[in-house]
């Protein structure tokens, strides 16, 4: 038996067995490249799913949380202006203000610390002066609750004002509003 293999047909068969090699070379090492690509992938999108669902939830959690707080304002300021509704209507002498002042402290936490870094030298009638003021009643309410006459609140306005450094075109209530 004599069998012979010219050396074209060789070439050929050399040929094409080592490019056979080379592409099973190349798929052993490019399937799992693309394999871990595509699971990487899979990994990142069920992460940023994660993560979208968290955001949704915190921000259901964050407006949750200030819709309770605005009905808890929202109650506290009816307390409020039913509560001043009340002492302006009673024939006593001498106002409780006490609880009225501690539920305006709940409805604006900071006012009374803005205003003592605004004004430094400000004392404690003029806090409540101002507490009311931002509740915008007028001069014969406030006398009516702190039991002074109305010239008395318009000069503890003045003073006020010298206090904040205000001009006689700013208004004293949008100043106080302004205050957070």
Known sequence: MNFRVDTDT????CTFFISALALCIALYISIPFYIRIRQANRIKTRHHRKN?????LERRKNELKLSIQEKKIQKLKTDIS????????????????VPF??????????????LKNICPNISANELKLCALLRLNLSSKEIAQLLNITQDSVNKARYRLRKKLDLTPKDDIFTTLLNIK
């Open 101 to 114: 002042y501690s539920n305006f402290e709940k409805i604006h936490p900071n006012f009374s610390h803005a």
């Open 10 to 13: 060789w070439f050929v068969i």
């Open 52 to 56: 979208l669902k968290y955001n949704q």
């Open 82 to 97: 039913d509560y001043l509704h009340q002492i302006t209507q009673s024939d006593s002498n001498t106002a409780d203000l």
